[in-house]
């Protein structure tokens, strides 16, 4: 898991924070029907200019359509999105400046990787001096000099996936859309390409939409994240933001490992909630405020790295404090993973960074357990 | 291998297995005496069972096309005689002792030098050409249309293309005659909205001819196109879109290039069975129509001369050859491509 998204660009360029930027992209009341199903379901999000924008969700969550419909292919059924203010929502995409990689790719197989490339340049009658030199150029870009000559079926999935990204960056466009666009690669081509996307994004100062079901990816790469889930956005917000305070026990369970624990408020403190739990068996404080009343039903998400497992029963052990049996281990190398079972029956997971060797007393099968965690570390989610 | 041999279970050696399901089969298959008897004979004699399969096809094409080619070869190089069979005999005994071979070019050469025959190939590969390119025209929107027709209809529009095959050949071409006779239903229609007031004359002309051919081929051309047509990735014309690439345009960038090996299949599928065409010209042509199925028919069957009827046969094959090697050149390049 990375404990991801605070690299150091992402805290420069907040545009979404700062009131005086306009959004570049507007999706405003955004709905989409095929019959009696709805694909997308009232959206409304705004994207800002330079943005490396992900959607993601499950397969099925409407985060392509939307992205069909970025692109002009679907039209939406209700609602409208803007591009720099002007509606684009029935303009045809051959007239869109936006540009798409498909998940397929969807090269042109009877043409030249060069060809295919400069396709969109010539739709725009450029001057074939300058298609040379900006299809030469982009050639570059994405190191894939030498294969300009070659056709598609003649390349492997990773310089398919270059040609695919040149051939829709080539146009400069406004946005670029791109729909799963490592999905096929193997796991570490995809980590490697995924830091190359970020590089090429910045280098161009496009605006990148992606739609991904890989949350490490979204995390990865992009400087907001929205959370789809049965056609609608669920949160909008950085990687950091989502990990560390998820709005719902659905992001909080999508985006990495969570143990969420029912139970309910019984006093709203200065600067803390009190929460009593039967599956902890314990009342639990947490430090971030919720609106919900007193009595109101709860849920509260520690994530697994922040719970901390010991064999002595901490100094103050009033609150936070969960009493269990370690009922698995997994070894990971630099991390361990314990599985324990709560008196109340409830399983709950904590990991440790192995940072010593195992030389004293490690934590073993059958071992009580004390689980303890910060007030500062905790989630309060009301749904 | 650890394991005792239990004489439930049939050992493949590596070598002789093939992979995944297959192997799974064969590995059962030879539990049975007969096929493990079968299976070693061929290891035996180095035949593989992958040479078995093909030799099938093979031996039948030997038996029904490449035999009775040899014998349509050897009548044609034979002299006619007013006897049965009506050709002389290639092979004869002189004087009880050695065999004499007598090989006649006479009917090779009066084709060369009649211009009637030579007339009469041009003549066919003319009307051939036309028609392929009228199915073409009249195929190519058919087929697209087909293709892009939501899922379910489909099954439906390919069994009407196909359906006229469950009627006679015969029977569809002479209705035809109904049709475009001078009190045919195309004159009394055209008339009764006003369009002619005296019939034209369109039975017993190459039009006709062109009619029935472009109509008995039209699936010929139709299927081979709407096969390719509905593989494609529709995925590649939003692409195109996407790019700046109008609708119609893309049509023409990608569409119509990626359905290439398609138009070659349709085209030699219909081309090559209309220059040998015989009941079309016959029934719908007229007496100046000119084509060689015609020649050879009268040839062989007026005329009683099985020699040079053979050698007319035997010279379409090689005229039809060259086309069909050219194709065969395309789809290699095609399956290398895929």
């Known amino acids: 898991m990375t404990e991801a998204g605070g690299a150091p660009r992402h805290k420069t360029l907040e545009p979404w924070n700062d009131p005086g930027q306009s959004p570049y992209i507007q999706i405003a009341g ?80 009877h043409m030249t990787v060069e060809s295919n490339i400069a396709f969109g340049l010539k739709q725009d009658r450029v001057p074939k001096d300058e298609i040379a030199r900006r299809v030469a150029e982009m050639i570059q870009l994405v190191q894939l000099d030498g294969f300009a000559a070659r056709k598609p079926h003649q390349l492997s999935g990773g310089q398919r996936q270059r040609v695919a990204l040149a051939r829709s960056l080539i146009k400069k466009p406004k946005m670029l859309l791109l729909d799963e666009p490592l999905g096929a690669l193997d796991k570490k081509l995809r980590a490697q390409t995924q830091f190359e996307l970020m590089n090429i994004q910045e280098e161009l100062g496009i605006t990148f939409v992606i739609v991904t079901h890989d949350q490490e990816e979204a995390m990865t790469v992009s400087s907001r994240i929205a959370v789809m889930d049965h056609g609608r956005i669920i949160q909008v917000a950085t990687p950091a933001e989502i990990y560390e305070y998820p709005n719902s026990r659905y992001v909080a369970e999508f985006i990495g490992d969570v143990n969420t624990l029912e139970g309910r408020i019984v006093q709203l403190g200065a600067d803390f909630i009190e929460i009593k739990s039967a599956q902890a068996a314990c009342s639990i404080r947490a430090a971030h405020g919720v609106e919900a009343p007193v009595g109101g039903a709860v849920w509260v998400a520690i994530r697994p790295e922040k719970l901390n497992i010991s064999l002595t029963p901490p100094e103050d052990a009033s609150f936070n404090c969960m009493r269990g049996e370690v009922w698995d281990i997994g070894y990971l190398g630099n991390l361990s993973i314990y599985h324990v079972r709560l008196e109340s029956g409830q399983m709950v997971t904590s990991c440790l960074t192995n940072q010593t060797r195992l030389v004293e007393r490690a934590i073993t099968w059958e071992d009580s357990v004390y689980l303890t965690w910060a007030p500062s570390s905790c989630v309060v989610l009301t749904g | 291998m650890a394991e005792p041999q239990s004489n439930r279970v049939a050992y ?327």
């Not at chain 1, 039209?75 to 540009?99: A, H």
């Not at chain 2, 005496?33 to 061929?42: N, S, T």
């Not at chain 2, 008339?191 to 039975?203: A, D, F, H, S």
């Open chain 1, 30 to 109: 955004v709905s989409k029907r095929f019959g009696a199903f709805t694909a997308v379901d009232n959206v409304s999000v705004d994207i800002f200019k330079g943005e490396f924008f992900a959607l993601l969700g499950p397969s099925g969550c409407g985060k392509t359509t939307l992205l069909r419909m970025l692109a002009g292919f679907e039209v939406p059924s209700q609602g409208r999105i803007m591009l720099e203010g002007e509606d684009m929502s029935t303009v045809p995409p051959y007239q869109r400046p936006v540009n798409m990689m498909f998940q397929s790719y969807a090269l042109f197989p």
């Open chain 2, 12 to 338: 493949v050696s590596g070598r002789t297995a093939t992979q995944g399901r297959v192997s799974g089969l064969h590995a059962r298959f030879m539990l049975f005496a007969p096929y493990r008897w079968f299976h070693g004979l061929l290891t035996r004699t180095g035949l593989s069972s992958r040479t078995l399969v093909i030799l099938v096809p093979y031996l039948w094409l030997l038996l029904f096309f490449l035999a009775p080619f040899l014998i349509v070869l050897k009548i044609s190089f034979a002299e006619v005689l007013i006897a049965r069979p009506p050709y002389s005999s290639l092979f004869e005994m002189v004087d009880g002792t050695y065999l004499q071979l007598r090989l006649s070019l006479e009917n090779y050469l009066l084709l060369l030098e009649d211009d009637l025959y030579w007339k009469a190939y041009l003549s066919s590969i003319r009307i051939a050409g036309i028609s392929t390119v009228i199915t073409l025209l009249v195929g190519y929107p058919i087929a697209y249309a087909m293709a892009r027709a939501p899922r379910q209809w489909r099954l439906t529009l390919l069994m009407a293309v196909i359906l006229p095959f469950w009627t006679s050949f015969l029977i569809r071409v002479y209705a035809w005659i109904g049709i475009l006779k001078k009190e045919g239903l195309l004159n009394l229609f055209l008339m009764k909205i006003g369009l002619i007031e005296q019939p034209l004359t369109v039975l017993n002309t190459d039009i006709a001819v062109f009619i029935g051919i472009v109509y008995s081929y039209l699936p010929f051309m139709v299927l081979p196109l709407y096969a390719n047509l509905e593989k494609m990735d529709q995925s590649l014309l939003e692409a195109a879109s996407d790019l700046g690439c109008k609708p119609l345009k893309a049509f023409w960038k990608i569409t119509l290039p990626l359905s290439i090996p398609g138009i070659i299949a349709g085209c030699f599928l219909v081309f090559i069975p209309a220059v040998g065409e015989f009941v079309i010209p016959d029934l719908l042509g007229g007496s100046d129509t000119l084509m060689i199925g015609k020649t050879l028919w009268a040839e062989f069957f007026n005329n009683r001369d099985w020699p040079l009827s053979s050698a007319v046969a035997v010279l379409l094959l090689l005229l039809l050859i060259v086309p069909i090697m050219i194709f065969q050149r395309v789809q290699q390049n095609q399956g290398g491509a895929g």
